[in-house]
């Protein structure tokens, strides 16, 4: 975790005021449901549902394809901005799709916390497993939300364990439920002493607080009916024994989860997840980057991008980088230089992103998200800044899993199909490798759905159909060594060597073998599977 300690200065009220983070889930344990509940206690939606009702719309349609055109998320969920009392949340969506987890992993470099949400009834799941593996790479400070408190769920004790246990962290209840299933009433707010009950007539509508002084105040049992009132007293005692209190330093190392129980659907304890965001989340935080680190204090605007978003109109063939603002105060007009290619670049209309509509940004400030329109000249991992030749590091590229030859149908269209293949490989959704002989590209995968997804794109944006065949390779590594082993391995290997849409070389491997081979023979070169998104 970052140096949080008091020898950095303070932030300006600005940038204080922001936190920057993602929601991370396994499908179904109610992300998208949740998200619109924090766009509606934070006034950016007026009635609970709308944000629903468009992706119910999108996923409705029965053309497979054209759900999963976006990769399972609309645009308008990848980032939103809006204010909560006096804090300023950016809150960033990722696809729960296993298929789709190298977007999701650098979608998680641009935040500085990650809210984990959990269905009670299932407790821990492989994708949010794997999701907060990814976190514990990055120390990010992570916030749990254990979901449907209104369905049968499991022992609570249970979930924590679990928690516990498979992810290795110490988990302390911020709230303890009331009640479990058809029986739950609410909960019981151990930070502040409050009783939360929640309404099950009216989805929309803001818990009842009732201010309790302890657990001995009478209050309690006027509103708990007797029944669950030991079962929950007893519970409590046994968590306050057992599990440590909240610790906020330990918090942001990211050694200790705060959970929270509730029902996003009936808007419960979402208003209290949310104050513990804007009252223990981390405040923007410095960016790892060559040849120095950029801290969000320092007054000149420097920015990275971490997504790039292809052909969101397809009228005009524009694509909108999303940049995280890592330092100063950034105004609409401003020329940035574009690092990798040392040029300035006047960024003159900028968008923010809110609910499912973009407006132009006028100002953005370090830990803000902005998305800037742009025809291919910003990648994934570029650095904007006022001049200073930075790079921020740490935006991985993984070695895909699944390769496959592709083939336009029409012959004559293989520039097309060349450009389509490039952006894509540019947006970060597949890896396109050109084999040194023969003709053709390779274009490699984390999942197989992300093959129908492309497919479907460069037909519907490029109206090219293509073919994806079976490729005689198995998967693919970055080469790296000194000119000399390199030429010699190139030489001896050309069946096997391949660029990337950024000139690097690459091996590509039939079996496992064949690297075991290569790391006996070239003792000098190294094989990796991943590769920095730098230039």
């Not at 400070?141 to 408190?149: V, Y």
């Not at 208003?271 to 204090?297: C, F, H, S, W």
């Not at 060349?418 to 947006?427: C, G, H, P, V, Y």
Request: aromatic content about 8%; charged content about 25%.
């Amino acid at each position: 975790m970052l140096d949080t300690a008091s020898n950095r200065p303070e932030l300006p009220s600005e940038i204080a005021r922001r936190r920057t983070f993602a929601i991370i889930s396994h499908p179904d344990a109610g992300k998208t449901t949740l998200t619109e509940k924090f766009l509606l206690y934070g006034g950016a939606i007026q009635m609970a549902g709308q944000v629903r009702a468009k992706g119910e719309a999108r996923r409705t349609r029965s053309d497979f394809m054209q759900m999963e055109k976006d990769r399972g998320i609309s645009v308008s969920a990848s980032a939103m901005s809006f204010d909560f009392g006096n804090f300023r949340f950016n809150l960033v969506d990722t696809p729960g799709h296993s298929d789709f987890s190298e977007d999701t992993y650098r979608t998680l470099t641009a935040v500085d916390a990650a809210v984990m949400v959990i269905d009670g009834a299932k407790g821990v799941e492989s994708q949010t497993q794997k999701l907060f593996e990814v976190c514990r790479l990055r120390d990010l400070p992570i916030l749990t939300f254990c979901n449907k408190m209104d369905r049968e769920s499991r022992e609570i004790f249970d979930i924590i364990d679990e928690i516990q246990e498979n992810l290795a962290i110490d988990v302390t209840p911020a709230s303890w439920p009331i009640g479990v299933g058809r029986d739950f009433i609410g909960t019981y707010d151990i930070l502040h002493d409050r009783l939360e009950l929640m309404d099950r007539a009216n989805r929309n509508k803001v818990a009842e607080s009732v201010e309790i002084n302890g657990l001995d105040d009478p209050k309690l049992a006027e509103y708990v009916p007797e029944h669950l009132l030991e079962k929950f007293l007893e519970e409590l005692e046994m968590a306050r024994e057992l599990l440590p209190a909240l610790d906020p330093q330990a918090l942001l190392d990211g050694t200790m989860t705060p959970i929270w129980f509730g029902s996003a659907i009936n808007s419960f304890g979402v208003k209290e997840l949310m104050d513990g965001i804007a009252k223990y989340g981390p405040e923007p935080q410095v960016q790892t980057a060559q040849p120095r680190n950029i801290a969000p204090e320092e007054k000149k605007v420097a920015g990275f991008v971490f997504k790039v978003q292809a052909n969101m109109d397809p009228k005009h063939r524009d694509r909108v980088a999303f940049v995280r603002m890592a330092s100063g105060h950034f105004k609409r007009g401003m020329k940035l230089t574009h690092v990798r290619t040392k040029k300035p670049m006047a960024i003159s209309n900028p968008v923010l992103f809110l609910a499912s509509d973009r407006e132009l940004a006028e100002e953005a400030w370090a830990g803000d998200i902005i998305g800037i329109p742009n025809h291919g000249q910003l990648r994934i991992g570029d650095t904007l800044t006022e001049g200073e030749a930075l790079r921020v590091s740490g935006i991985p590229s993984f070695a895909p899993e699944l390769l496959q030859s592709v083939r336009a149908g029409d012959p004559l269209k293989s520039k097309h199909l060349e450009k389509a293949l490039m952006q894509f490989a540019e947006e970060g959704a597949a890896k396109v490798f050109k084999p040194s002989i023969g003709s053709g590209f390779i274009v490699g995968v984390v999942g197989q759905l992300q093959f129908e997804v492309l497919a479907s794109r460069i037909e519907m944006e490029y109206g090219l159909p293509v073919r994806f065949e079976q490729s005689q390779f198995t998967s693919a590594r970055w080469v790296a060594g000194d000119k000399q082993a390199m030429d010699k391995f190139i030489n001896a290997n050309g069946q096997h060597i391949a660029h990337d849409h950024d000139g690097d070389i690459v091996y590509l491997t039939r079996m496992a073998w064949d690297i075991d081979r290569v790391v006996r023979d070239y003792p000098d070169l190294k094989l990796t599977a991943t590769k920095e998104m730098m230039v």
